[in-house]
């Protein structure tokens, strides 16, 4: 299948809410999607509750290591979403860019993160629902 959107997930540390969409977007979107994954302030780690919580949903996202996004990704996406890095974010023009607010997971026990990780997962599956929907 051709790839039809490259997406960006971007937060703070990369460590929960960008993983985790990451980890949604590549099971559900398949091979059409290019998914990215980073933050403004990585963390040395991925939080142990998320990696805990998509496990329950047969997601492993424990092989994933925190980076800091780059240049190079920038280039090549074409839906930036964000997750509370604020200013912290990079702007590209002509890149369509969407705020999901959403409850950071760090320090969070794992009914919390849960609830977040199916929030999360009702987010990308309307967002690959959109981008079915648009031209490309």
Request: proline share 5%.
């Amino acid at each position: 299948m051709d790839v039809t959107h490259r997406v960006l997930f971007l937060c703070v540390h990369n460590a929960g809410r960008s993983q985790m969409a990451a980890g949604w977007m590549r099971v559900l979107g398949g091979d059409a999607i290019v998914v990215y994954s980073a933050g403004s302030d990585p963390a040395d780690h991925i939080n142990p509750v998320a990696v805990a919580a998509m496990a329950e949903v047969g997601i492993d996202i424990a092989g994933y290591q925190p980076q800091g996004w780059t240049e190079a990704m920038l280039e090549r996406i074409d839906v930036v979403i964000t997750m509370g890095c604020g200013d912290e974010c990079p702007y590209v023009p002509g890149v369509r860019y969407i705020d999901w607010e959403l409850t950071d997971p760090a320090g969070r026990g794992i009914e919390t993160v849960r609830e977040i990780r199916d929030e999360i997962e009702r987010r990308v599956r309307a967002l690959l629902d959109e981008l079915a929907a648009m031209p490309r």
